[in-house]
């Protein structure tokens, strides 16, 4: 049914086709580029900004950088913040929270609210756990979650930072002993956990408080690989790492992706995408409706597993298409009610399903290749007796008086970065609601 319909809606497209196919690739492009001095010792991506610390030789700095690449610096105050490494994330309150681990081994949490830094939780050292995963994860309005690698429990523990104190889990199972852990929230209550140093996949239901592994096959066994959820495209990203190969380190340039399974989606074939130890989140951008990946910092390990040769790695780069899919409401006529057209974005060989709240019981469904006319008519058009306006030429319609109606966009490349149509309308009384705009985008 939803093939059938697909080529009804996508008929009226065909005359829009260029014979030439738009060239759409998800790969990794430098947003900034890399620095001539500094390092960056941790990084977290915090209401919408990458939020890093730096250490340079003229002093150490928490940097802020927007989607346009600009900058602000704020220079460190408290020595606290520079005696040892980190890991961050967002707290519960919405502020930059900071877990310090001191070179004495006792750690520290803090939080900054962008003017002042306050300490919670002083403790340890405790050299039997170790903190792994690169960074906290947290979801907003919800406190943040770190991973412990535990020798005396042989486990991976989970704890949450509850009322400024860190406080265990009580989970039984989930992967064994390892500090090569990559982590992420796929969900509000699922957090998927990659093993490098078995190659195993793990899911964390944090509500169920279940652990639950992979049955399948995973990335090979790798350290300081980059993991985050890709929202728009609904799947998991993993990024880099380093191996060994006899006595010599290997960093690897490989990028997978999960969606039910591991796909292994390229092997870049430029070294510069080479890294370990980086942070990879996924940064929404406002214009469109869709995100893009990022990689911060990192390191490249070569030479010998004694004595290896650590080049840092600066920069920042993103991953994401080059053509996106994107839904976008039009602005609506005064007789449009305030329910509204809502549909999944249309990525080529993807189901959509286009939905209203309140459509009537002859609500018609529009698809249309036009906003601004409908043959020799210019859009939009008032309709007869009504203040309602026609924004989209009816190319197609359909009896839409369930509210929801599916249909498959087509796998053909040369449908990337076209736009078409939607409109409901209900002709007993030619109340229109407001279009809906559909960018057709690759995965």
């Known amino acids: 049914m939803t093939s059938t319909r697909s080529q009804f809606v996508f008929a009226g497209l065909a005359a829009l086709i260029p014979t030439t196919p738009v060239t759409s690739q998800v790969f990794w492009k430098e947003t900034l580029?890399?620095?001539?001095?500094?390092?960056?010792?941790?990084?977290?991506?915090?209401?919408?900004?990458?939020?890093?610390?730096?250490r340079s030789p003229s002093g150490d700095r928490i940097v802020s950088i927007d989607k346009w690449g600009r900058s602000k610096s704020h220079d460190i105050t408290d020595p606290r913040l520079s005696k040892g490494s980190g890991i961050a994330g967002s707290g519960s309150n919405g502020d930059l929270c900071i877990l310090l681990h001191y070179e004495d081994g006792v750690e520290e949490t803090t939080e900054w609210d962008?003017?002042?830094?306050?300490?919670?939780?002083?403790?340890?050292p405790y050299p039997w756990q170790t903190v792994v995963g690169g960074h906290l994860l947290s979801l907003w309005a919800?406190?943040?979650?770190?991973?412990?690698?535990?020798?005396?429990?042989?486990?991976?523990e989970v704890e949450d930072f509850t009322s400024h104190r860190w406080s265990r889990r009580s989970l039984t199972g989930g992967p064994r002993y390892t500090t090569f852990v990559s982590a992420a929230y796929m969900s509000d209550r699922e957090i998927i956990v990659f093993d490098?140093?078995?190659?195993?996949?793990?899911?964390?239901?944090?509500?169920?408080?279940?652990?639950?592994?992979?049955?399948?096959?995973?990335?090979?066994?790798r350290e300081g690989a980059a993991i985050a959820f890709d929202e728009a495209r609904g799947r998991v990203v993993l990024h880099g790492g380093r191996t060994r190969v006899g006595n010599t380190y290997q960093t690897l340039n490989e990028t997978w992706e999960w969606e039910?399974?591991?796909?292994?989606?390229?092997?870049?074939?430029?070294?510069?995408?080479?890294?370990?130890?980086?942070?990879?989140?996924?940064?929404?951008?406002?214009?469109?409706?869709?995100?893009?990946?990022?990689?911060?910092?990192?390191?490249?390990a070569s030479g010998s597993h004694a004595s290896p040769t650590i080049t840092p790695r600066d920069d920042v780069r993103d991953y994401g298409p080059t053509a996106p899919a994107w839904t976008n409401e039009s602005w609506g006529s005064?007789?449009?009610?305030?329910?509204?057209l809502v549909a999944d974005r249309p990525w080529l060989g993807r189901v959509i399903t286009v939905s209203l709240e309140r459509a009537g019981p002859i609500t018609l469904l529009l698809a249309g290749a036009s906003e601004t006319a409908w043959g020799p008519f210019k859009l939009p058009i008032q309709l007869p007796n009504t203040q309602c306006l026609?924004?989209?030429s009816p190319d197609w319609i359909s009896p839409f008086a369930g509210g929801r109606w599916s249909y498959t966009v087509p796998v053909d490349p040369r449908?990337?970065?076209?736009?078409?149509?939607h409109q409901a309308i209900d002709p007993s009384n030619l109340r229109t609601w407001r279009p809906l705009v559909m960018h057709i985008g690759e995965l």
Request: charged fraction near 20%; glycine fraction near 12%; hydrophobic fraction near 35%.
């Open 33 to 54: 580029p890399a620095r001539t001095s500094g390092t960056t010792l941790w990084a977290t991506l915090h209401n919408n900004r990458i939020v890093a610390f730096d």
């Open 114 to 124: 962008g003017t002042n830094w306050r300490f919670y939780d002083r403790r340890g």
């Open 142 to 156: 919800t406190d943040p979650i770190r991973f412990v690698a535990d020798s005396t429990t042989g486990r991976i």
């Open 196 to 221: 490098g140093l078995r190659g195993e996949t793990w899911f964390l239901d944090v509500i169920a408080q279940t652990w639950s592994k992979y049955a399948g096959t995973s990335p090979s066994p």
């Open 260 to 300: 039910g399974r591991w796909i292994g989606r390229f092997t870049n074939a430029t070294s510069v995408d080479q890294r370990y130890g980086h942070w990879m989140f996924y940064e929404p951008s406002p214009s469109l409706g869709v995100a893009r990946g990022l990689i911060v910092g990192g390191a490249v």
């Open 334 to 340: 005064p007789c449009d009610a305030n329910e509204h």
């Open 390 to 392: 026609l924004r989209v």
């Open 415 to 421: 449908l990337i970065g076209h736009e078409y149509f």
